[in-house]
């Protein structure tokens, strides 16, 4: 059988749950091929200023930890999903959002039931968690969030997480007040795309290049 016939990847992170994969497992059948696709979409300048084993190893754990509960249909959409995740951490320094997904982890934490279903053949009538909730648009923006291109990230990240002027914004990216504005606004014009691929199931849109699968990784 191969990856894209396999079947749907369990509510994630629910590793405490008697059925579920436990985060070793996850990291046993995942890591390798995360590890090796991000290794070689890097380039040779990148590589040579990060040790991606470590980065990558850490940012799965973060993101299962503290990331929003997803479902998919296959492992193929799981790394891939993954990997682009990765690539953010390792192409900008996003400590300052990785610490604040923790932070929302603790103190705005999202209800147990929140489990975004990102498996288009799923029936998503009888399942709790497709009531549209304030809580449910929450995770589906967190998880854009994730996937987001890193400097589009940044900007929304300064303005609606950290709460700073468009001012304050320009001076952290040494930029003009006009242009900040104007990178906001493209930048949740594309949250919203991609947030809107997700909940349409559309993953590869979502990931952009990224969701393709080398031919060696296959």
């Known amino acids: 059988m191969s990856s894209t016939d396999t079947p749907p990847i369990p509510f994630l992170p629910n590793w405490h749950a008697p ?65 682009r995740i990765v690539e953010n951490v390792v192409c900008d320094n996003y400590d300052r959002f990785s610490a604040q997904r923790r932070t929302l982890a603790r103190e705005r934490p999202l209800p147990r039931d929140t489990v975004l279903i990102l498996d288009p053949t799923v029936d998503h009538v009888d399942s709790p968690s497709q009531i549209v909730s304030n809580h449910e648009e929450t995770a589906w923006i967190r998880l854009g969030l994730e996937l987001l291109e890193p400097a589009l990230r940044q900007v929304i990240v300064l303005r609606r997480w950290e709460e700073l002027s468009f001012a304050e914004i320009a001076e952290e990216m040494g930029t003009s007040k006009s242009t900040a504005r104007r990178k906001y606004l493209h930048s949740v014009e594309r949250l919203i795309e991609v947030v809107d691929a997700l909940k349409s199931g559309r993953i590869d849109d979502a990931l952009g290049d990224s969701a393709a699968t080398p031919e060696n990784d296959r």
Do not use: Y
């Open 19 to 83: 059925s579920s994969e436990s985060l070793e497992e996850i990291l046993e059948r995942h890591l390798p091929w995360v590890q090796s696709h991000v290794h070689n979409r890097l380039g040779d300048f990148r590589r040579s200023k990060v040790d991606t084993g470590d980065i990558v190893q850490d940012a799965m754990v973060q993101f299962l930890k503290f990331g929003p509960r997803i479902q998919l249909a296959n492992d193929r959409q799981f790394r891939a999903l993954l990997a």
